[in-house]
């Protein structure tokens, strides 16, 4: 099942099944459902979504799913438990193929388990992310230095290095 929302006409489209719709009919006022060639319904459409439903939340409360699966989407950090110490501000969630895959294969874990490969993931973000601030703020301390020994090189100060003399 898949939801869709087109903000730029305000159309959501819930598909049930995949492929297209052999025929539709507006069941109520902005309300389409679309048919396969059987007559079985295979999506819902929902002209003016923001009149009918608040599209701000999605809740998803006892689905016998496998994984689900949050596709260009925006989240908000409110919304989403973040434990790396990200900013309150809206941050863009794409899950590659990769990623898909891993979290399946994680979601056999125990709870144990998968709590374990949680705090190490998060984990390894925080650290590349301090890496990355620590490294960013060493760069104007870099140039000063190599600066520094450009200019002692040029005043003689320097020697060449033999490494067979280590």
Same mark, same amino acid.
Not at 13 to 29: D, H, P, Q, T
Not at 75 to 86: C, P, T
Not at 137 to 145: I, T, V, Y
């Given at each position: 099942?898949?939801?869709?929302?087109?903000?730029?006409?305000?159309?959501?489209?819930?598909?049930?099944?995949?492929?297209?719709?052999?025929?539709?009919?507006? +069941? %109520?006022?902005?309300?389409? &459902?679309?048919?396969? *060639?059987?007559?079985? $319904?295979?999506?819902? #459409?929902?002209?003016? /979504?923001?009149?009918?439903?608040?599209?701000?939340?999605?809740?998803?409360?006892?689905?016998?799913?496998?994984?689900?699966?949050?596709?260009?989407?925006?989240?908000?950090?409110?919304? +989403? %438990?973040?434990?790396?110490? &990200?900013?309150?501000? *809206?941050?863009?969630? $794409?899950?590659?193929? #990769?990623?898909?895959? /891993?979290?399946?294969?994680?979601?056999?874990?125990?709870?144990?388990?998968?709590?374990?490969?949680?705090?190490?993931?998060?984990?390894?973000?925080?650290?590349?992310?301090?890496?990355?601030? %620590?490294?960013?703020?060493?760069?104007?301390?870099?140039?000063?230095?190599?600066?520094?020994?450009?200019?002692?090189?040029?005043?003689?100060?320097?020697?060449?290095?033999?490494?067979?003399?280590?």
């Amino acid at each position: 099942m898949i939801l869709q929302y087109d903000p730029s006409t305000d159309s959501l489209c819930i598909r049930l099944v995949e492929g297209e719709s052999a025929s539709s009919k507006e +069941v %109520a006022s902005g309300i389409v &459902l679309g048919f396969d *060639e059987r007559g079985r $319904v295979m999506d819902i #459409a929902v002209k003016d /979504a923001s009149t009918f439903a608040d599209l701000s939340r999605l809740e998803v409360s006892a689905l016998p799913t496998a994984n689900v699966i949050l596709s260009e989407t925006v989240l908000r950090e409110r919304d +989403v %438990a973040y434990q790396v110490g &990200l900013q309150p501000r *809206e941050v863009r969630a $794409v899950v590659t193929d #990769a990623l898909e895959k /891993a979290f399946i294969e994680a979601s056999r874990l125990t709870e144990q388990e998968q709590a374990g490969l949680a705090a190490w993931i998060l984990e390894e973000i925080a650290a590349e992310r301090r890496w990355e601030t %620590a490294f960013a703020d060493s760069a104007d301390m870099l140039a000063q230095l190599a600066d520094q020994a450009l200019t002692e090189h040029r005043h003689g100060k320097t020697q060449v290095l033999d490494p067979d003399q280590l």
